[in-house]
């Protein structure tokens, strides 16, 4: 089956430094991955969907000069959290799909914390 | 602008038990509608996916249904074991993802 990791699972950071979460689609091409959050108690959130090699489209208000996504290859995007601060804590979860499939692979998830 | 509500929020049953689980949506126009596990501080491992011209799936124990027109969704669970205990999550596909906060399930031994 298609499986989709992130590195890494867990980070712990300062207030106002920069922190990159990987996504990589392990056994399939990625043309399409999609950036979620999720804080505690609640659901999903779709931050951003990238096309490899293109730019990212961000949903409503998500800053997209805050949350850089980069998705250079069919098998890896990276979310890059800019100057996080203690609000930026959540669970960050990632998606892929590949060309002409619907479905999406969702990625163990990355813990950020933020102090 | 598509919205999912699940309920209950949160689920406690006797090892055993079967179970319903609800998700709502107020947009019919979805491609297809998929119910998820999350086990805590995990990713989220897909149960089922109903497309829009299903009605139902099944898998295991795990049953799916689907009426659009009435923009519901229910998950079914027989015999409940502990090992299920969990957030459930539904999400609606309409171009993008759209999830329900989900329901936490704990079912006690």
């Known amino acids: 089956g298609a499986v989709v990791s992130q590195h890494p699972s867990w980070v712990i950071c300062k207030s106002g430094t920069s922190v990159k979460i990987e996504c990589r689609s392990l056994?399939?091409?990625?043309?399409?991955m999609f950036w979620y959050r999720q804080f505690p108690k609640q659901s999903l959130m779709l931050m951003a969907t990238s096309n490899e090699g293109s730019k990212a489209t961000y949903e409503q208000g998500v800053e997209k000069d805050k949350f850089l996504i980069n998705h250079a290859s069919l098998t890896l995007s990276t979310l890059t959290v800019t100057s996080a601060h203690p609000e930026d804590s959540s669970f960050y979860i990632c998606s892929a799909s590949g060309q002409g499939v619907e479905t999406q692979y969702f990625g163990p998830g990355t813990r950020l914390l933020v102090l | 602008k598509q919205e999912v509500t699940q309920i209950p929020a949160a689920l406690s049953v006797p090892e055993g038990e079967n179970l319903v689980l609800n998700c709502s949506f107020t947009?019919?126009?979805?491609?297809?509608l998929q119910w998820f596990r999350q086990d805590p501080g995990k990713g989220l491992t897909s149960l089922l996916l109903?497309?829009?011209?299903?009605r139902e799936q099944t898998s295991g124990r795990l049953n799916a249904s689907l009426d659009k027109s009435s923009g519901r969704s229910t998950l079914y669970i027989a015999a409940s074991q502990p090992g299920d205990s969990a957030t459930y999550l539904c999400?609606?596909?309409?171009?993008?993802?759209?999830f329900g906060q989900g329901t936490e399930l704990s079912v006690k031994p």
């Open positions: 947009d019919s126009a979805i491609y297809n």
């Open positions: 999400a609606v596909i309409g171009g993008k993802l759209i």
């Open positions: 109903i497309q829009s011209s299903q």
């Open positions: 056994d399939f091409q990625a043309t399409t």
